[in-house]
């Protein structure tokens, strides 16, 4: 039987997710709900506008993501001198590449946390810094606002990313035999393994991070201009 | 200045939905009548993004109705071709036109 109202759940997303569009889309979509369609119609609609807004953001915010990747690629080498610093080269080396079991997400220390939350930080203020600059309107205490709103972001963003991509390796390496994680940490050729399925769940937690901070500090508007959200 | 290019397939097929419907024309009505061209359900998302993709261009002009409580309150936002959009609608059409004329018959076409 047909409700009377549209998915809820699909309306969530459509205002969570899609957030740059206006309200006309939303009220088309319920629009056309109310007369007739079905409700598998206005998932469909919600999850093409969903991924076309995000398509949409990656084109026009394309040095963002560039950089968000980049930030990627070197943040196990800026987390492995942070905790270099902390502890001795292999203990670091195992701290950086563990596999601890199924249900390890590699960050079971709020040691672990701090420093992934730090490098992130990092990522962002280079970001805002150097986009400031580059578009001529740095300030110093408007960066310094930037950055403190970015920090509790990524608090509030990092643990549930975590949790979820944390569950999503779990799966994988249930599905995994066990001999196939056992790491040999004194043999170089066991590195590329380890970092095939140790650094996949971390990179993605950190991308998926990145770039939402990214993203939000600056945000193409609907007409064009350049705001600042946040 | 209006940045000149192309216009895409889907843009075109746009802007002529928007002379047919005239001043009437927002999401519902452009979809709806894209798919009876079409034959296929066409995302209101993909509407909306080149909509704005042409209004950036300034081929199209966009202005919000009133709220409407079976929308759920939210208001309509209505589209209108531009003159440029004429322009450049009118144009791609010549060009499409003479393109068509100077290629041979292919086997089995009518026209």
């Known amino acids: 039987m047909r409700a009377d109202s549209p998915p809820a759940i699909a309306t969530w997303f459509l205002d969570h997710l899609c957030a740059e569009r206006d309200e006309a889309l939303a009220g088309d979509l319920v629009e056309e709900y109310f007369d007739g369609r079905s409700a598998g119609w206005y998932w469909r609609q919600v999850m093409a506008a969903i991924a076309i807004g995000g398509a949409q953001r990656v084109r026009a915010c394309w040095p963002a993501v560039m950089f968000a990747a980049l930030w990627t690629v070197l943040s196990p080498g800026l987390r492995y001198v942070q905790i270099r610093l902390l502890d001795d080269d292999a203990a670091a080396m195992q701290r950086i590449w563990r596999l601890d079991g199924p249900w390890s997400t590699r960050f079971d220390t709020s040691l672990d946390i701090l420093a992934f939350l730090s490098v992130i930080w990092l990522g962002v203020a280079v970001y805002v810094a150097l986009d400031s600059c580059v578009n001529g309107r740095f300030s110093g205490s408007r960066f310094v606002s930037q950055l403190v709103s970015r920090l509790v972001r990524a608090l509030m963003l990092v643990l549930p990313t975590l949790a979820a991509i944390g569950l999503i390796a779990a799966l994988v390496s249930a599905a995994i035999p066990e001999n196939a994680l056992a790491v040999d940490w004194g043999s170089a050729v066991s590195i590329p393994l380890s970092l095939k399925l140790a650094h996949g769940p971390y990179s993605m937690v950190f991308f998926a991070t990145a770039i939402p901070l990214i993203f939000t500090t600056v945000r193409r508007g609907r007409r064009g201009n350049m705001a600042i959200h946040g | ?111």
Not at chain 2, 34 to 54: C, K, N, Q, T
């Open chain 2, 1 to 111: 200045m209006t940045e000149r290019g192309y216009l895409g397939e889907f843009e075109l097929m746009i802007l002529l939905v928007l002379i047919a419907l005239g001043e009437d024309a927002y999401g519902v009505s452009i979809a709806r009548e894209l798919e009876r061209h079409r034959g296929r359900e066409v995302a209101l998302g993909s509407v909306y993004a080149s909509l704005e993709r042409l209004e950036g261009k300034g081929l199209v002009s966009s202005r919000i109705g009133e709220p409407i409580a079976e929308r759920g309150g939210k208001a309509r936002r209505y589209f209108q071709i531009t003159r440029e959009g004429l322009r450049q609608a009118n144009e791609t059409r010549q060009v499409l036109t003479r393109m068509w004329r100077g290629l041979p018959k292919v086997e089995g076409e009518n026209a």
